[in-house]
């Protein structure tokens, strides 16, 4: 499974709640790739993934920009903490 972490606008505080030993080790022990996390240096385009994150709120038109490039490259989309919902 392919996984990207997508930041909108915000603190970006869910994605440092993340950046855990037992996370990371999780998402390593069930073969996860992290396709796409700038915050750990995995940058670039966001490519195709099976679940794509997406963290913080919708408030300009980067952001609306950014999160439908992130839709249209997931096969699930899922929105992380209470500015993403």
Do not use: H
């Not at 440092?16 to 700038?38: C, H, Q, T």
């Not at 670039?44 to 993934?49: C, L, S, Y």
């Amino acid at each position: 499974m392919r996984l990207a972490v997508v930041a909108l606008t915000g603190c970006d505080g869910c994605q440092y709640s993340l950046v855990r030993e037992d996370f990371m080790n999780l998402l390593k022990s069930i073969g996860v790739e992290v396709a796409y996390w700038p915050l750990l240096g995995v940058g670039g385009e966001i490519p195709d993934v099976d679940v794509a994150l997406v963290e913080g709120s919708v408030v300009s038109t980067r952001d609306v920009e950014v999160l439908n490039v992130a839709r249209g490259r997931s096969r699930v989309l899922v929105a992380l903490g209470a500015c993403a919902v």
